[in-house]
């Protein structure tokens, strides 16, 4: 959630967009002039906005814009940020898995998560991305058939089946189902974090043909909000 009162949007540096602070990321320069990425929007100092996606990211950090948006060309990146933006997060997500399963709000195993998806309000189906297809279809189905009017449980596919057995304590872990709940919610929304990022399939972050354009500052260089 935004810090009181923080603006709810911001404009993107490579895109010119406006957007939500939730379908952005912020960048900071830390204090050896290395960027970092501050996913939690609190780190001091001025910050860089970029759409939340890992193309825009990528493109961001190709196009040189990071050291013109904060005014110092000593700024530092090292390596990957998009690939390290992408760790974050998913580090973030298998985080709210775990905090999810302590809370009771997270059921693994196949016959558990058949039961669940046939009688509790399961709003994830967390299916390991290398686990059988046999498996995976069937409670796909029963999911399908259960919830599809409603559009309320989504299919979960981007953690390997180690991922699962770190976040939730036990081992050979495929199948897992999210229950309603703060704390499954909240494992819900950081997943949905990650397959954004990933995926870039709501975005145009290159081109910026979503979003209100932000205003710029007469030399074609997008206003930077911190």
């Known amino acids: 959630m935004p810090r009181r009162n923080e603006p709810l949007e911001r404009s993107c540096a490579l895109t010119r967009n406006v957007r939500p602070v939730e379908e952005m990321i912020r960048f900071v320069a830390g204090p050896d002039g290395v960027l970092v ?31 013109r948006a904060l005014k110092d060309g000593s700024v530092r990146i090292e390596g990957d940020l998009a690939g390290q933006v992408d760790t ?54 029963i999911a399908r058939a259960r919830f599809a009017d409603a559009g309320t449980c989504r299919m979960i596919g981007c953690f390997t089946s180690t991922q699962l057995d770190l ?22 929304v ?13 975005n145009d972050p290159v081109s910026g043909t979503h979003g209100v354009p932000a205003a710029n500052d007469g030399a074609g260089n997008a206003v930077i909000q911190d």
Not at 193 to 201: A, I, N, P, T, V
């Open 37 to 67: 990425p501050d996913l939690k929007r609190r780190l001091p100092g001025r910050g860089v906005w970029i759409t939340a996606s890992r193309d825009a990211v990528a493109a961001a950090q190709k196009k040189k814009v990071f050291p």
């Open 167 to 188: 976040a939730l304590g036990r081992s050979n872990v495929i199948h897992a189902a999210l229950l309603a709940g703060r704390a499954g919610e909240n494992a819900l």
């Open 88 to 141: 974050l997060l998913e580090r973030s997500a298998l985080n709210a898995v775990s905090l999810a399963r302590k809370a009771g709000e997270v059921l693994a195993g196949f016959s558990k998560v058949e039961a669940a998806l046939r009688g509790q309000e399961v709003i994830g189906l967390v299916q390991a991305r290398d686990g059988g297809d046999d498996g995976a279809r069937k409670l796909a189905a």
């Open 190 to 202: 950081r997943i949905e974090e990650l397959e954004r990022f990933r995926s870039g399939s709501d």
